[in-house]
């Protein structure tokens, strides 16, 4: 497992941007994929992207496609969310994760990070 803290969270406008940062220990990033995923109060934990080890495949769900691009910078041992115009249906606190290979669902995730909170208003 890696060891995965996440940042750049914060209070943002609709229609804004925000960065999110993912920055991971250990000798092993680069052989990881990497996801991210978010979480709202009374709602199920829910896919937002991933990408491939080697930055080469990414995945997105639907809802942030147009919006939201991830990439990673296997020397910084960093993954990074770029999210754009936000939406308030967007706050929620986010996740990054480290799996074997891409995956939409959470549960082939072996390492999470701690999450940070996204909170978009209108």
């Known amino acids: 497992q890696v060891q995965l803290v996440e940042s750049g969270g914060g209070l943002v406008q609709a229609g804004g941007s925000l960065r999110l940062s993912c920055a991971a220990s250990?000798?092993?990033?680069?052989?990881?994929?990497m996801g991210w995923f978010r979480q709202a109060p009374g709602k199920e934990r829910e896919f937002v992207a991933a990408i491939s080890w080697s930055g080469g495949n990414t995945v997105y769900a639907d809802f942030v496609k147009g919006r939201f691009t991830i990439s990673r910078d296997n020397a910084k041992n960093t993954v990074y969310l770029q999210m754009n115009s936000l939406k308030p249906e967007d706050t929620a606190a986010y996740y990054c994760?480290?799996?074997?290979?891409?995956?939409?669902?959470?549960?082939?995730?072996?390492?999470w990070g701690q999450g940070t909170q996204v909170t978009v208003s209108s």
């Open positions: 250990g000798r092993t990033f680069s052989g990881y994929a």
């Open positions: 994760a480290a799996s074997l290979s891409p995956s939409s669902d959470p549960r082939h995730y072996t390492s």
